[in-house]
């Protein structure tokens, strides 16, 4: 399964103008964007905003770190990083249609001085050795098969002593996935992992796991609580549902069965390079 399957998957043609047509729905200015507007859309991984925060509050960041953001889908965690912490960071998506909308709604929010996007594989990163002092992947290990060769492109263009935060979906039990999920549609683009496998895998890369948490019931809890907020108000006019077509509901359900059955969890690992 190539690669240009799994973008396939993300992409959709008119995201920007649906994301845009919302926010003016709701009264904002497009060309003058605060990001904390965008982050129930731009924050695609379970928990979103709260699991961000959880997770880079743990790489001890400062202002002018250069950071990589590696998945960074339409840069919601990107900009976070460089509004909350002034650090200069660079996203890499497989998705052409993500990179695009994520350069254009960075300009809208001002932030395009610290934060920029590359269209390029995970695998094959365009950067040279020790281009970065920290990178982040939130849920992207589950697109990747060839883990072995994220982390040592990762580890490649860290620096020693660098940091890497990880939360992906893992497997953490016995059991058949049901399909389709946020991040796939079938078995053929799902690549998912127990978390004694990344352990291994990053170890081999000189990228020892220092922190993992299990955060299943985190995951549990966020879910139910999206789908209540959906069952009481309606869809909102900003929401992942821009992004997680087509079917959402029956998405996050699946999603949401796979982890109540101890299936799959969210697990952060913190790693830092050796």
Same mark, same amino acid.
């Given at each position: 399964?190539?690669?240009?399957?799994?973008?396939?998957?993300?992409? +959709?043609?008119?995201?920007?103008?649906?994301?845009?047509?919302?926010?003016?729905?709701?009264? $904002?200015?497009?060309?003058?964007?605060?990001?904390?507007?965008?982050?129930? =859309?731009?924050?695609?991984? !379970?928990?979103?905003?709260?699991?961000? *925060?959880?997770?880079?509050?743990?790489?001890?960041? %400062?202002?002018?770190?250069? *950071?990589?953001?590696?998945?960074?889908?339409?840069?919601? /965690?990107?900009?976070?990083?460089?509004?909350?912490?002034?650090?200069?960071?660079?996203?890499?998506? &497989?998705?052409?249609?993500?990179?695009?909308?994520?350069?254009?709604?960075?300009?809208?929010?001002?932030?395009?001085?610290?934060?920029?996007?590359?269209?390029?594989?995970?695998?094959?990163?365009?950067?040279?050795?020790?281009?970065?002092? %920290?990178?982040?992947?939130?849920?992207?290990?589950?697109? !990747? $098969?060839?883990?072995?060769?994220?982390?040592?492109?990762?580890?490649? *263009?860290?620096?020693?002593?660098?940091? &890497?935060?990880?939360?992906?979906?893992?497997?953490?039990?016995?059991?058949?996935? /049901?399909?389709?999920?946020?991040?796939?549609?079938?078995?053929?683009?799902?690549?998912?992992?127990?978390? +004694?496998?990344?352990?291994?895998?990053?170890?081999?890369?000189?990228?020892?796991?220092?922190?993992? %948490?299990?955060?299943?019931?985190?995951?549990?809890?966020?879910?139910?609580?999206?789908?209540?907020?959906?069952?009481?108000?309606?869809?909102?006019?900003?929401?992942?549902?821009?992004?997680?077509?087509?079917?959402?509901? &029956?998405?996050?359900?699946?999603?949401?069965?796979? &982890?109540?059955?101890? =299936?799959?969890?969210?697990?952060?690992?913190?790693?830092?390079?050796?």
């Amino acid at each position: 399964m190539s690669e240009q399957n799994i973008a396939d998957h993300y992409s +959709q043609g008119q995201l920007e103008r649906k994301i845009l047509n919302a926010l003016i729905t709701l009264g $904002a200015d497009p060309e003058h964007l605060d990001p904390d507007q965008l982050a129930t =859309v731009d924050e695609f991984h !379970i928990g979103g905003r709260k699991a961000t *925060v959880e997770l880079l509050d743990q790489l001890e960041l %400062r202002p002018a770190l250069r *950071v990589l953001d590696v998945g960074s889908g339409l840069g919601g /965690t990107a900009r976070y990083l460089a509004r909350r912490h002034g650090v200069e960071v660079t996203g890499v998506d &497989l998705t052409a249609e993500y990179v695009e909308v994520a350069t254009s709604l960075t300009r809208r929010a001002g932030l395009a001085e610290l934060v920029q996007f590359r269209q390029a594989s995970a695998t094959t990163l365009p950067f040279s050795d020790g281009s970065f002092d %920290r990178v982040c992947m939130l849920h992207v290990g589950m697109n !990747i $098969a060839d883990k072995a060769a994220l982390f040592a492109e990762i580890r490649r *263009v860290l620096v020693v002593g660098g940091g &890497l935060g990880i939360y992906d979906l893992m497997r953490v039990g016995p059991g058949e996935i /049901t399909y389709p999920v946020p991040w796939a549609g079938s078995s053929a683009t799902s690549f998912l992992m127990e978390p +004694q496998r990344y352990r291994e895998l990053l170890a081999q890369a000189r990228l020892p796991v220092q922190v993992e %948490r299990d955060r299943r019931g985190f995951g549990i809890e966020a879910l139910h609580e999206v789908r209540a907020r959906v069952a009481r108000d309606g869809l909102p006019a900003l929401g992942l549902h821009l992004v997680m077509v087509p079917d959402p509901a &029956l998405k996050i359900a699946n999603m949401l069965n796979s &982890l109540e059955r101890a =299936v799959l969890a969210p697990t952060e690992m913190i790693c830092l390079a050796q």
